[in-house]
């Protein structure tokens, strides 16, 4: 206390002694180490106290300008503090100190020098300033989130409750200075390099990460704006890093999905925004009207970093609905009006020269992401914007890439569509779509691949032939054959083979009638190209294959499903029996699901 000389050397002795500790670089996991820093009761007396004292004279004396000597002394001493966090025993008793304020007020003015454009900023060495703030920003990192919970998430490792539940220390409770601090630093912020938002951004996601009671703190109307706000800005790159704009870019985006799944896990008495606020927000900047901004920034280079932009916005709607709670995060979507801004997006990009294809892909994505596993959601698209719309204005788009009709494809399986055998059929509605889109596909390779595909799906167990068949796509099958001039020869025996599978199950007589009328031609001595294979599709249909089965039966594939009988009191007499074959067809499997046990139905 009285020889601040003694005082540095021995900071700096300790420091070095465990400057592998040091991992302020959000990017990278905390690195492993046997050793830990010692615990504060086996530190030398009252060191705690003078070293804040030695912190707030630093701070006192900003205002004027630090000494070189007092800004090593300053860094140093948050190195200090770093080190001793990472002895997670300490971090309670280290965030119960003032030590954070002190360092926060220094990094607010530090931030604040490093926003402004001046000629004394231009001519200075920045680089003090920076690692001060660097440092600054590691130390509340190890204060609210001391398992480094963000740092795994970002690199791709995600905790599950019960890990989360064996982490032993909880974090520091935030101060209240963060949300204020966190806000200033993005005001008038356009002078501020990339980098430092990045770790700003980082810290952000770290307190989310970190602990819910913190959490519910930081997760503000102000801190929602910033976010919102820096994402607007990433349209926007002028003359900086493009992969630190688009990293910027990709931070802000895990920060909101993080976000919402702390909110889904929250009671509406914590919360101090509702998902349904930042979602609305969301859509709004997704589908912000480029058109009122001014000719020179709509330039081509514009174009496409906004698309970008929408791109990631759109793949985030998808991690966003990988959470364990999605079916009420799907009813919420579904009340934003998702499927109208999913749509409006797709409409409103036809003005953009390229990437139309990248962005249909990511919008039909996100549309499979929110109706996935839910009858109810595909109603309400049904409902709401239908697929005859969804077709036209895809339509609209230009010829459609391998990639896009993949996409639609993904959609009906709700998985990945070469998992043909594996997954089912979850919505018919794309399959339809498909159908009716083939002799509009100029590539004769793409119609054949889709129509072999078609075919395989389509026809392989009876589930599948029986959700074809109620879906009416018997009839969108004639009539895409009625195109058969624009049809490659082998895309349209597809058709017909799906076809005869399909009659063998169910034929009307109007379906038939249909068929036959297919095969008329203008002249009388020249008979229709389809006229042998569509005669080996009837004979198909007529030929009994494999054991003798009911052509009248109750489906009960879905979890839900189940045969109700009539209540006691409407029995007819003293009892009441129920007589039924069961046909137990293979179920299909999720392979990113883990096996569970077998599910069993019951009579009630």
């Given amino acids: ?230 994402l607007a800005d990433c349209d926007n790159w002028d003359d900086r890093n493009p992969e630190e704009v688009s990293r910027k870019a990709e931070l802000t985006l895990k920060c909101l999905t993080e976000v919402v799944h702390l909110l889904l896990t929250s009671s509406s008495d914590q919360r101090q925004v509702e998902t349904s606020t930042i979602l609305e927000n969301y859509f709004k900047l997704l589908n912000s009207d480029h058109s ?42 579904l009340n934003s009006n998702c499927f109208e801004h999913l749509i409006r997006l797709l409409q409103n990009c036809k003005v953009f020269q390229g990437h139309l294809d990248c962005l249909a892909v990511s919008t039909i994505q996100a549309l499979t992401a929110v109706m996935h596993n839910s009858p109810a959601a595909k109603e309400v698209f049904k409902e709401r914007i239908g697929y005859a719309h969804m077709y036209e204005v895809l339509k609209s788009l230009g010829q459609p890439s391998r990639e896009l009709l993949e996409e639609l494809m993904n959609m009906a399986v709700e998985g990945d569509h070469m998992a043909v055998g594996i997954l089912g059929i979850s919505n018919v509605q794309p ?44 009839i969108r099958i004639i009539k895409t054959l009625n195109s058969h001039s624009a049809l490659h020869c082998s895309c349209a025996e597809n058709l017909i083979a799906l076809l005869g599978s399909l009659g063998s199950q169910s034929m009307g007589s109007e379906e038939l009638l249909q068929l036959i009328r297919l095969l008329r031609t203008e002249e009388l001595k020249q008979a229709h190209p389809y006229v042998v294979p569509v005669m080996r599709a009837i004979l198909a249909m007529a030929r009994k294959q494999g054991m003798a089965s009911a052509l ?16 006691i009191h409407r029995w007819p007499g003293s009892a009441f029996s129920f007589n039924a074959w069961l046909c137990l067809d293979q179920d299909r499997v999720d392979p990113s699901t883990p096996t569970k046990s077998g599910k069993r139905k019951q009579l009630y």
């Fill in 1 to 230: 206390q009285k020889d601040p000389d003694y005082l540095k050397l021995w900071l700096d002795s300790f420091v070095s002694s465990y400057e592998q500790f040091l991992d302020v670089d959000f990017e990278k996991l905390p690195t492993r180490v046997d050793d830990i820093p010692p615990g504060i009761s086996l530190l030398p007396d009252n060191i705690l106290q003078v070293l804040r004292l030695q912190l707030l004279q630093c701070v006192q004396k900003m205002s004027d300008g630090l000494e070189e000597q007092q800004q090593a002394l300053s860094l140093l001493l948050v190195k200090f503090f770093i080190i001793l966090c990472r002895n997670l025993a300490n971090v309670e008793e280290i965030g119960m100190c003032s030590y954070i304020n002190h360092v926060i007020t220094m990094t607010t003015l530090y931030i604040q020098q490093l926003k402004s454009k001046t000629k004394e900023k231009e001519v200075a060495d920045q680089t003090p300033i920076e690692e001060f703030v660097r440092h600054a920003l590691a130390f509340c990192e190890s204060l609210y989130d001391p398992y480094r919970n963000w740092r795994q998430r970002i690199a791709g490792r995600f905790l599950s409750t019960v890990e989360k539940s064996r982490q032993k220390y909880k974090p520091a409770s935030l101060t209240v200075e963060f949300v204020p601090f966190f806000y200033q630093c993005f005001q008038e912020s356009e002078h501020l390099k990339e980098s430092l938002k990045c770790c700003l951004l980082h810290l952000f996601g770290a307190i989310v990460a970190g602990g819910q009671r913190n959490a519910l703190q930081a997760v503000s109307p102000a801190t929602m704006e910033v976010l919102m706000r820096v």
């Fill in 431 to 474: 399959l339809l779509l498909l159908i009716q889109w083939l002799p509009e596909l100029e590539s004769h390779d793409l119609q054949i691949f889709i129509s072999n595909w078609l075919r395989r799906i389509c026809c392989i167990n009876r589930q599948s032939r029986a959700t074809c068949v109620n879906a009416n796509m018997v």
């Fill in 552 to 567: 009248q039966y109750f489906n009960l594939y879905h979890s839900m499903a189940g045969i109700a009988v009539p209540s």
């Fill in 292 to 333: 009122a901004l001014p000719n020179p920034r709509r330039c081509r280079q514009w174009e496409s970093r906004f698309i970008a932009l929408q791109i990631q916005m759109l793949n985030t709607i998808t991690a966003m609905l990988d959470c364990t709670d999605r079916p009420v995060l799907q009813a919420i979507f």
